[in-house]
């Protein structure tokens, strides 16, 4: 608390969110949950490929 006291001196109405659950989480998220999805199995995939940013030629 004393944190708090110090960062938001002068700020009222402070809302503390628990992120904690799962339902928190999705409620939230910016993205939609077949793209994550779809991301993750991708990123599972014995076919993906990992590429080297400094071996990438720029345009």
Do not use: L, R
Request: hydrophobic share 35%.
């Amino acid at each position: 608390m004393a944190m708090f006291e110090a960062f938001f001196k002068d700020v009222e109405g402070i809302e503390i969110i628990d992120t904690d659950s799962k339902k928190a989480n999705e409620e939230q998220s910016p993205y939609n949950s077949e793209f994550v999805e779809m991301v993750f199995k991708s990123a599972n995939s014995k076919k993906s490929v990992e590429v080297n940013p400094n071996d990438v030629c720029e345009v």
